[in-house]
């Protein structure tokens, strides 16, 4: 493991029915393939050494004889190799035939898993042939010129690094409490499963359902393999089910009958499943059903074979150590890494941006009858924030049955306000159908300058905030006189970074955007002028506001009257602020590992393309090398630690993406907290 990633495989080698040797040569041949590509652990269809379809051949001495040559076979195979295969074969223990998937490493056999749920239904007949874990007391055998101990207990197995997994072999997964439930609780991070399922219709699309369902679940890596060709088709087709989850997504997905062996890897973030782990207080409450004294007593970080922990049924979990590695090697991040985390997949943009929007105006709907209000205030600068408040305001008051006219839009222009976030401000209002007050704030700002003695050719902050705050008390005096709820407009992103004047945007009575992150604000914007108006005048305004530069226009505009002071120029480029935002807060990932995915998504590849917001067009990610990363990277650790006064008092609003800011939901941090320990990790970058 490096970086906290390892990498999984899993394979689907050619087969033939009963040829122990032809199989394990197809065994062996993906080994040597997935150790040349750097993979760690791993895992081979159910019953692979001698074919999942033998049937009634099971019964024969023979076969058993020649899987138990092969494994011999496979075990020098292995000696000087560097990665953990899990094999599937039949194994006699005492007077049971199990089946049974085996653990091996550098030519040692770590562990024996026999399987639990045996189908015998419809087309499987398995009890026909073997028994289950649950007929077994625990035995040592000899087997393969090694002794070694089959339990019916579950079984964690530990990497050198300290990787924990458990294995299940097909059907288990399909029973209503599968063994990876109790090995994810005892702590396994990854679930390997030996497969032998059948194609038929419809069945894989609800086998991908519920391996994701069930990696989801117990906050696992799953890693699924299934036979392919040259099973028996007397019946049956095996169609080569090759599937790696983590945590619900599909990290890797082979191609299905296909008349090759093939291999399908993905690199696992372990810290990642750890971190889920430690903040969902529901997956801990579970463990409690697990008296886990290899936990207690710290044998994850050392442990020896046989160790085990007692459940409070009685019944024990093994711990068995694998090996130490052989090779050191250098890590690369291979696996894709969506430079917009916050932002759905395409095909289910359009959904999530109307269940933003829903959330949004159910939580102001719902403050406005509680306070038995029926007028709104907010001010309106032509940029993004301050539009989409003002959709979800006329949202709000459309499902509520109330007239528009008791939105009040207020246009403000300051000394920075330029005439095309002036006339789309304006125009909006008018096409909306609100009611628009117009209040020019330079002359009251002005006087508050002679007031307090500053020269108003200083812009400073005291210049920017004395508009902010004139702005906000103008809001709040309106809303005293109409009767009226303020909303606020900043969003999520603004308050990571504490983009907001203190007591100036920061404050409102309801603050409908302070979880929406600023990447997704334009989707929204757009989701609302595509679908939601009528009105091409309407729709055409709102597509011209996403194209306008991000600003809060506090500063003169250049000598062309355009937008000068430009925030993704001073605070750096919100994509990279709500990358790194995302995998701070849900994950608490460290500056070292947030550079590494960042790198990955916006500096290794090439820049990426994804729907732009004008339509069908294609518009390219930003691309960042790896300098102007760490710079942002540094500006974000830094910004975030001294603005965190600002969400202490943060207004009430509604969280809308898997992280919010709100001190009294997500995040609570004191306010006067140090980021030296993130800034020193930053400059080691």
């Not at 002005?446 to 902010?468: K, L, M, R, W």
Request: with cysteine.
């Amino acid at each position: 493991m490096k970086s906290g990633f390892i990498k999984v495989a899993c394979a689907v080698p050619l087969v033939k029915v009963a040829d122990c040797k032809y199989n394990v040569e197809q065994t062996e041949a993906q080994i040597a393939q997935a150790e040349e590509q750097g993979v760690e652990i791993i895992v081979f269809p159910e019953l692979g050494i001698t074919s999942y379809t033998c049937q009634d051949l099971f019964q024969q001495n023979l076969l058993l004889d020649a899987s138990e040559a092969s494994v011999l076979h496979l075990l020098e195979f292995t000696r000087k190799l560097d990665v953990i295969v899990i094999v599937g074969l039949p194994i006699i223990v005492g007077d049971l035939l199990l089946n049974c998937g085996m653990v091996i490493q550098q030519g040692q056999i770590i562990g024996v898993i026999p399987k639990t749920y045996l189908p015998d239904y419809s087309e499987f007949y398995e009890k026909r042939w073997f028994a289950s874990s649950q007929d077994l007391k625990e035995t040592t055998i000899r087997y393969a010129g090694q002794q070694i101990v089959v339990t019916p207990d579950p079984q964690i197995f530990v990497t050198a690094d300290g990787v924990q997994f458990g294995v299940e072999i097909c059907e288990d997964v399909w029973a209503p409490v599968p063994p990876s439930n109790t090995l994810a609780l005892a702590g396994a991070d990854i679930i390997f499963n030996l497969s032998a399922s059948d194609a038929v219709v419809g069945k894989y699309n609800y086998l991908k359902s519920l391996l994701s369902q069930q990696s989801s679940r117990t906050i696992t890596g799953y890693v699924y393999a299934t036979s392919g060709f040259g099973e028996s088709t007397q019946d049956l087709v095996y169609a080569g089910n090759g599937l790696i989850y983590e945590k619900g997504t599909l990290l890797a997905e082979g191609k299905r009958f296909t008349f090759e062996g093939q291999i399908q890897t993905a690199q696992i973030d372990i810290e990642m499943l750890r971190a889920e782990r430690r903040t969902n207080s529901t997956y801990v409450n579970a463990q409690r059903q697990v008296n886990n004294y290899a936990k207690q007593k710290g044998f994850a970080d050392n442990l020896i074979p046989n160790q085990f922990a007692i459940f409070s049924s009685g019944s024990t979990i093994h711990y068995l150590q694998c090996l130490s590695c052989l090779r050191s090697y250098d890590f690369k991040l291979e696996r894709e890494i969506n430079p917009h985390p916050f932002l759905p997949d395409t095909e289910q943009l359009d959904e999530s941006c109307e269940e933003v929007l829903n959330i949004q105006s159910m939580g102001l709907a719902t403050r406005i009858k509680h306070i038995g209000c029926r007028n709104a205030v907010l001010g309106i600068s032509g940029g993004l924030d301050s539009t989409l408040a003002l959709l979800v305001c006329v949202l709000t008051f459309d499902q509520l049955g109330y007239d528009r006219k008791g939105i009040i839009g207020v246009t403000m222009p300051g000394f920075g306000t330029t005439d095309r976030t002036y006339h789309n401000a304006i125009d909006l209002m008018q096409e909306l159908g609100i009611t628009i007050k117009e209040i020019d704030i330079r002359k009251s700002v002005n006087q508050h300058f002679e007031d307090i003695g500053h020269d108003p050719n200083v812009h400073d902050a005291t210049y920017e905030n004395c508009q902010a705050r004139e702005r906000t008390q103008i809001l709040m005096d309106l809303s005293n006189q109409l009767n009226a709820l303020v909303v606020g407009t900043g969003d999520l992103s603004e308050l990571a970074l504490g983009w907001a004047t203190y007591n100036g945007d920061h404050m409102s009575m309801y603050g409908v955007n302070a979880g929406v992150p600023k990447t997704m604000i334009r989707f929204l914007v757009r989701f609302y002028a595509q679908h939601l108006t009528c009105d091409d005048r309407a729709a055409r305004i709102l597509m011209d506001v996403i194209d306008t530069p991000i600003s809060p226009e506090l500063t003169p505009a250049d000598e062309h009257g355009d937008i000068k002071q430009k925030t993704e120029d001073l605070v750096g480029p919100y994509e990279l602020h709500d990358f790194f935002l995302y995998y701070f807060l849900r994950f608490g990932f460290r500056p070292r590992k947030i550079f590494l995915l960042a790198k990955k998504a916006f500096a290794e590849t090439k820049p990426q393309q994804r729907q732009d917001l004008e339509g069908d067009s294609l518009k390219m990610i930003g691309y960042y090398d790896e300098e102007t990363i760490k710079k942002w990277l540094k500006v974000f650790c830094k910004r975030f630690f001294s603005q965190q006064f600002k969400r202490s008092c943060l207004p009430d609003g509604p969280k809308v993406v898997s992280v919010s800011l709100s001190p009294r939901g997500d995040w609570r941090m004191p306010s006067d907290a140090t980021s030296r320990l993130w800034l020193e990790e930053c400059d080691s970058l």
